[in-house]
């Protein structure tokens, strides 16, 4: 069986080594960049790679530089985005480039591993689940979940394997209330009350795509105190 491939971004020279071994004693191929215009270059002469483990401050290019130049190339590799810096507008600002996940450093090791499982373990379980709902049409959108694509209007929206992921979750259960502990085991495979917020910034940037006017949005509906319903 061909090894799931990983680029892990880290300037930090005994982290870089200490989760090397660690996901390649998970059966991974892993390769490292140390700065972000390496990361860069490594992505586009060595990929396509199924995940990117992406450390948020790094020298000469930041890692939201690094996502979004990363996402220019392919919308469908997961990023998941290490830092120390995890406050909401700075999950905002990763999820506008393309970020698909956070983990906030000091981070447990475990949690980080069954992060990245999850994330390798999207583009197989996405195909494989594809069916009768992958092309949706509501209001002026129309969704594209194979082709990664989503459009509204005369406007053309690229999505990653994450937001495809979660809006077929949505629309599999569309018309019912759908809790954000739900989505989070569900699209990102943790459990972690405390990881709500996440979803939160991540309907955010959905928003902006899906919605005419994301103040007053007619299909992604907040539902207050228990999560989000999607209408067609």
């Known amino acids: 069986m ?17 989760l090397s071994l660690n996901f390649e004693a998970e059966g991974y191929e892993v390769m490292h960049a140390a700065t972000g215009p390496k990361a860069i270059e490594l992505f586009n002469t060595n990929g396509p790679f199924d995940a990117v483990i992406l450390d948020g401050m790094l020298p000469e290019l930041d890692g939201f530089e690094v996502a979004s130049a990363i ?8 990023i998941l985005m290490l830092t120390a810096r ?34 390798t373990d999207r583009a197989s379980l996405f195909e494989r689940e594809l069916g009768k709902e992958d092309y949706v049409r509501f209001g002026e959108c129309e969704l594209d979940m194979s082709g990664l694509m989503l459009r509204r209007g005369g406007q053309i929206f690229e999505i990653t394997k994450l937001e495809a992921d979660f809006l077929k979750e949505l629309v599999k259960h569309a018309g ?40 007053k949005p007619r299909h992604l509906i907040s539902v207050r105190g228990k999560g989000y319903r999607f209408d067609l």
């Open 2 to 18: 061909t090894k799931k491939r990983l680029l892990l971004v880290e300037d930090e020279p005994h982290l870089a080594f200490s």
């Open 86 to 119: 995890a406050g909401e507008q700075d999950r905002l600002k990763g999820f506008s480039v393309g970020v698909d996940d956070y983990i906030a450093k000091p981070f447990h090791l475990q949690e980080l591993l069954a992060r990245v499982k999850r994330a």
């Open 176 to 215: 019912k209330v759908i809790t954000r502990e739900h989505l989070l085991e569900t699209v990102w495979g943790i459990s972690s009350e405390a990881e709500t917020r996440t979803i939160d910034n991540f309907v955010v940037r959905l928003r902006r795509m899906l919605e005419e006017d994301p103040k």
């Open 71 to 78: 996402r220019r190339q392919s919308n469908r590799t997961s």
